[in-house]
């Protein structure tokens, strides 16, 4: 998946974008708001489906060495959390769906791209 179809589907905002946004493709998604689960995922470059608006989830993203992280659920986004991410180059997205939403749609587009 690429980040501009991530975008369209979850109907999410740019927050921030690492350098290698427009290149890079998602191959798996992680949805947890338990970054000690995300931890324990072997998952190459997840994309991360989050309500968890924190600095830890940015912090994890960059441990996990993610593509991304969504937040969903709307929830409010400290200045702090998108500027954490800008300093990790990695590419945040915020949108008002739900996780298990998010899921569905990511699942469907995934389908969609290998068939």
């Given at each position: 998946m690429k980040f501009s179809d991530i975008v369209d589907t979850l109907s999410a905002r740019v927050i921030t974008k690492s350098s290698a946004h427009d290149e890079c493709g998602v191959e798996s998604v992680i949805?947890?708001?338990?970054?000690?689960?995300?931890?324990?995922?072997?998952?190459?470059?997840?994309?991360?489906?989050?309500?968890?608006?924190?600095?830890?989830?940015?912090?994890?993203?960059?441990?996990?060495?993610?593509?991304?992280?969504?937040?969903?659920?709307?929830?409010?986004?400290?200045?702090?959390?998108?500027k954490l991410a800008q300093e990790l180059d990695i590419s945040l997205l915020h949108t008002h769906l739900e996780k298990f939403e998010c899921c569905v749609l990511l699942g469907k587009l995934m389908d969609k791209e290998n068939s």
């Open positions: 949805v947890s708001d338990l970054m000690s689960d995300v931890l324990m995922m072997e998952k190459p470059a997840p994309l991360i489906v989050s309500s968890l608006s924190s600095d830890q989830t940015i912090r994890t993203a960059s441990m996990v060495d993610a593509s991304g992280v969504v937040i969903a659920q709307n929830k409010p986004l400290p200045d702090k959390v998108a």
